[in-house]
């Protein structure tokens, strides 16, 4: 089992009272620095993930075609504004390790892997909205580096409806305003979705447009993800020599 | 006690010294490799809609008509003939289950331990009942992959007497990816301490014995004390190999003995700060190429 993140050198205030652009750009992502096991630096949230190939799982639930894919998902207490502590088997916990549970079942390719189980722990140390949509990222990375085969890149991004406008990655003061959220991740090489899930009501005439949004945001979130991981492997290929 | 702290940095990528492109095609999940659908698809890869497409990050191999692409970083995989170092982690009815740092846990079975003193007989009720005198959890075993079962699992063996438990030493675990295949895995270095190169990773450093004991098959675990000038020997050792490790060198008798003779101006414990780690690295890479070249 590989341990936990390396922080970014510089810190990052977030600045939620300038006027929102309509959809990410893709230079207002933060450089992710990817060191084992990733630290993914959004523009609003931060988390840190690790994967554990622990075989030492329950034998009862082992399945004897597939792994079995167990996700945890855990809050620090300094993540939100107020400082709150959060007991481990809580129901967002849960609920958010189902949902990434249910992500990366459709991304990993489990059948490589019988009787054995393959756990995801992601813990967020910064929460200013769109949490599920860095863990989602973050533990992707987490993911690759353990060299555990996938499909492809799952990139995530929220979406929300505001005024007649789409708008791409929410943070925790437009969430809290009670209007619609769309949650995505995405397989974007194939344009297919792994997991879609919305709260509140939208007209479905809005529905394309915020899809859109956040498919837009996804894909961009790939591309700076793609590029820090052919970064990392050509220095790794280069230091191994031929 | 002096205390050194030192503030994060940000990390200048490495290959940068020295210089060069990677002549290989490097690919991340999701790329396409080829289109051409008569190559056969090796690990790393899966077909999706007349494509081969990559599954891990890695280097693409191509033998033939065989793709496969070699991730930069997986657990260790079991080869027949390999030589491993491994823990046990439970004593089960006719076996041992060991830890290699690969996927599923590594068997270990009772007719395949050699006894004590070397004799070949039948294993009886009365040896499974003495299994703990031998190997207990969480001891430290050398063995030889025998053969690796269809869900990956390996099985090993331990007929030679040259394997079977580790005693006194260190163990230094690195990635599966970075110990180079050789001839044989077991180095006595001229510099006073010997080294087993495990395949899956797993690096034992320990005093070289002084007489070669074949009549005690492996068991006797060697609880002298061992000298101040040997276990010098060996912590050096030790640190070297993690640095050769975190700057990703491929880990063979040789590249070590350099990186052990490069490090000397040093104090031990000075070896793992990064500059002076880079410093001897790059020491040990001169040294190799002009070896060969």
């Given at each position: 089992m590989v341990e936990g993140?390396?922080?970014?050198?510089?810190?990052?205030?977030?600045?939620?009272?300038?006027?929102?652009?309509?959809?990410?750009?893709?230079?207002?992502?933060?450089?992710?620095?990817?060191?084992?096991?990733?630290?993914?630096?959004?523009?609003?949230?931060h988390s840190s993930s690790r994967t554990g190939n622990e075989i030492r799982g329950s034998r009862a639930r082992a399945l004897p075609d597939r792994a079995l894919v167990n996700c945890q998902y855990s809050s620090a207490t300094f993540s939100t504004g107020e400082r709150k502590r959060r007991p481990h088997g809580d129901?967002?916990?849960?609920?958010?390790?189902?949902?990434?549970?249910?992500?990366?079942?459709?991304?990993?390719?489990?059948?490589?892997?019988?009787?054995?189980?393959?756990d995801i722990y992601v813990q967020v140390l910064q929460a200013d909205g769109g949490t599920y949509a860095a863990c989602v990222n973050a533990a992707t990375l987490a993911v690759l580096d353990a060299g555990i085969p996938m499909r492809d890149f799952v990139c995530a991004c929220s979406a929300g409806f505001v005024d007649g406008t789409a708008l791409a990655d929410l943070s925790h003061v437009e969430e809290a305003a009670g209007g619609p959220q769309l949650a995505l991740a995405l397989l974007p090489a194939s344009g297919q979705i792994a997991l879609l899930e919305m709260d509140a009501r939208l007209h479905e005439d809005h529905l394309e447009q915020v899809l859109e949004a956040a498919a837009r945001a996804s894909r961009d979130v790939h591309t700076v993800l793609d590029r820090v991981v052919r970064q990392h492997v050509q220095e790794a290929s280069v230091l191994l020599g031929d | 006690m002096a205390l050194e702290m030192r503030l994060p940095v940000a990390r200048k990528p490495l290959s940068e010294s020295l210089g060069r492109e990677s002549k290989k095609h490097l690919v991340?999940?999701?790329?396409?490799?080829?289109?051409?659908?008569?190559f056969m698809r090796g690990h790393g890869t899966y077909m999706g809609e007349e494509k081969l497409i990559a599954s891990v990050a890695g280097s693409v191999e191509r033998v033939n008509k065989l793709i496969c692409v070699k991730a930069l970083k997986t657990r260790y995989n079991g080869e027949v003939g390999d030589i491993v170092v491994g823990r046990i982690t439970e004593v089960q009815q006719k076996r041992w289950k060991v830890e290699t740092n690969s996927r599923l846990d590594s068997v270990l079975l009772l007719s395949s331990m050699n006894l004590p003193g070397g004799e070949l007989r039948r294993r009886s009720a009365e040896d499974e009942l003495a299994m703990r005198g031998f190997l207990q959890e969480g001891d430290l075993i050398s063995a030889e992959v025998q053969a690796v079962f269809s869900d990956g699992a390996v099985s090993l063996h331990t007929r030679s007497l040259k394997y079977g438990k580790l005693g006194q030493g260190v163990l230094v675990q690195v990635s599966p990816s970075l110990v180079k295949r050789q001839k044989t895995?077991?180095?006595?270095?001229?510099?006073?301490?010997?080294?087993?190169?495990?395949?899956?990773?797993?690096?034992?450093?320990?005093?070289?014995?002084?007489?070669?004991?074949?009549?005690?098959?492996?068991?006797?675990?060697?609880?002298?004390?061992?000298?101040?000038?040997?276990?010098?020997?060996?912590?050096?050792?030790?640190?070297?190999?993690?640095?050769?490790?975190?700057?990703?060198?491929?880990?063979?008798?040789?590249?070590?003995?350099?990186?052990?003779?490069?490090?000397?101006?040093?104090?031990?414990?000075?070896?793992?700060?990064?500059?002076?780690?880079?410093?001897?690295?790059?020491?040990?890479?001169?040294?190799?190429?002009?070896?060969?070249?």
């Amino acid at each position: 089992m590989v341990e936990g993140a390396a922080p970014t050198a510089k810190p990052g205030i977030n600045d939620t009272a300038t006027p929102r652009p309509a959809c990410l750009q893709p230079s207002s992502h933060k450089p992710i620095s990817k060191r084992p096991q990733a630290y993914l630096r959004a523009p609003h949230s931060h988390s840190s993930s690790r994967t554990g190939n622990e075989i030492r799982g329950s034998r009862a639930r082992a399945l004897p075609d597939r792994a079995l894919v167990n996700c945890q998902y855990s809050s620090a207490t300094f993540s939100t504004g107020e400082r709150k502590r959060r007991p481990h088997g809580d129901r967002k916990s849960c609920e958010m390790g189902l949902q990434l549970r249910q992500t990366f079942e459709a991304a990993i390719l489990t059948q490589l892997h019988p009787r054995s189980q393959i756990d995801i722990y992601v813990q967020v140390l910064q929460a200013d909205g769109g949490t599920y949509a860095a863990c989602v990222n973050a533990a992707t990375l987490a993911v690759l580096d353990a060299g555990i085969p996938m499909r492809d890149f799952v990139c995530a991004c929220s979406a929300g409806f505001v005024d007649g406008t789409a708008l791409a990655d929410l943070s925790h003061v437009e969430e809290a305003a009670g209007g619609p959220q769309l949650a995505l991740a995405l397989l974007p090489a194939s344009g297919q979705i792994a997991l879609l899930e919305m709260d509140a009501r939208l007209h479905e005439d809005h529905l394309e447009q915020v899809l859109e949004a956040a498919a837009r945001a996804s894909r961009d979130v790939h591309t700076v993800l793609d590029r820090v991981v052919r970064q990392h492997v050509q220095e790794a290929s280069v230091l191994l020599g031929d | 006690m002096a205390l050194e702290m030192r503030l994060p940095v940000a990390r200048k990528p490495l290959s940068e010294s020295l210089g060069r492109e990677s002549k290989k095609h490097l690919v991340v999940p999701g790329d396409t490799i080829t289109t051409d659908t008569g190559f056969m698809r090796g690990h790393g890869t899966y077909m999706g809609e007349e494509k081969l497409i990559a599954s891990v990050a890695g280097s693409v191999e191509r033998v033939n008509k065989l793709i496969c692409v070699k991730a930069l970083k997986t657990r260790y995989n079991g080869e027949v003939g390999d030589i491993v170092v491994g823990r046990i982690t439970e004593v089960q009815q006719k076996r041992w289950k060991v830890e290699t740092n690969s996927r599923l846990d590594s068997v270990l079975l009772l007719s395949s331990m050699n006894l004590p003193g070397g004799e070949l007989r039948r294993r009886s009720a009365e040896d499974e009942l003495a299994m703990r005198g031998f190997l207990q959890e969480g001891d430290l075993i050398s063995a030889e992959v025998q053969a690796v079962f269809s869900d990956g699992a390996v099985s090993l063996h331990t007929r030679s007497l040259k394997y079977g438990k580790l005693g006194q030493g260190v163990l230094v675990q690195v990635s599966p990816s970075l110990v180079k295949r050789q001839k044989t895995h077991f180095h006595d270095l001229p510099c006073g301490a010997s080294v087993i190169l495990g395949n899956n990773g797993f690096i034992w450093v320990y005093p070289t014995p002084e007489h070669k004991e074949d009549d005690a098959g492996g068991f006797i675990a060697n609880l002298e004390p061992v000298s101040l000038a040997d276990r010098e020997v060996i912590s050096r050792l030790r640190n070297c190999i993690v640095s050769l490790a975190t700057q990703r060198m491929m880990l063979y008798d040789t590249s070590i003995l350099y990186c052990y003779e490069a490090s000397l101006p040093h104090q031990i414990k000075d070896i793992l700060k990064p500059e002076i780690m880079e410093e001897i690295v790059m020491e040990t890479r001169q040294r190799l190429l002009e070896q060969e070249g």
